[in-house]
């Protein structure tokens, strides 16, 4: 187990790193807030937490109506993952999404999602129809457009990342003739890292709500009947 961990690449490294943080500290939080009782206040950074999750809950909702309890843990736990991936250099970890593969990996897994939810939901011959509207004649340009737009969210989070690092780099070597190297290192390092990261965190979260709410929604014709 250890050669196997030790021979893996820094990416894959920080993601399970990632990975293993996020179910320890979940598992903690989750703990403290079934402990609550009504009538306790919680401490400033539970109450944090309590807040966003019931934020991302209610957007998650008006997206899913009555099936969001389904969808929200999965959804809320790639926001976070990607949050923490995207800004781990901060901690001096390499970052999972500048690894093609992994990037890659969440198409596959956004793609999987997607078309499994459907089959599940609509069940396979509403989801045929779906895909058929609104002629049969563009069932293969809608296939195209299951396959292509999962693969498109995942080189977004690879490109965009890996140009957020371009731009940092081209600003740094600019700025660094005018102030001292540390401390255009302890602005930018900061700003680039987390304004990119979380944008395109944000970015793809928002994007597989919005497909997977549309691979399970029903027709307002089969609503109507």
């Known amino acids: 187990m250890i050669d196997f961990y030790t021979n893996l690449s820094p990416n894959l490294k920080a993601s399970l790193i990632i990975t293993g943080f996020l179910i320890v500290m ?7 807030i079934d402990k609550l009782k009504p009538t306790d206040t919680p401490g400033k950074f539970l109450f944090m937490i309590i ?24 959804l809320i736990a790639i926001l976070f993952y990607l949050a923490f ?4 250099s ?10 093609v ?30 895909l058929s509207a609104p002629t049969p004649l563009l069932l293969p340009l809608n296939l195209i457009s299951e396959i292509s737009t999962p693969l498109a969210m995942g080189l977004r989070l690879f490109g965009n990342l890996l140009s957020g690092s371009v731009m940092a780099v081209v600003v740094f070597n600019l700025l660094n003739a005018l102030f001292s190297g540390l401390a255009t290192t302890l602005v930018l ?19 597989l709500t919005i497909f997977l709410s549309m691979a399970i929604e029903e027709p307002e014709i089969e609503e109507a009947s």
């Open 101 to 130: 593969g992994i990037a890659l990996s969440f198409s596959v897994f956004a793609f999987l999602t997607i078309q499994i939810s459907g089959l599940v939901v609509r069940k396979p011959w509403n989801r045929l129809k779906d």
């Open 26 to 32: 979940f598992i903690i939080i989750g703990r403290k």
């Open 189 to 207: 390092h900061p700003i680039f890292n987390i304004g990119f990261g979380l944008i395109q965190a944000f970015v793809f979260y928002m994007l």
């Open 51 to 74: 807040m966003m999750i019931e934020m991302l809950n209610n957007q998650i909702k008006d997206f899913y109506g009555k099936q969001w309890k389904t969808f929200a843990p999965l």
């Open 85 to 88: 991936a995207n800004t781990s």
């Open 90 to 99: 901060l901690v001096g970890l390499a970052n999972p999404l500048a690894n």
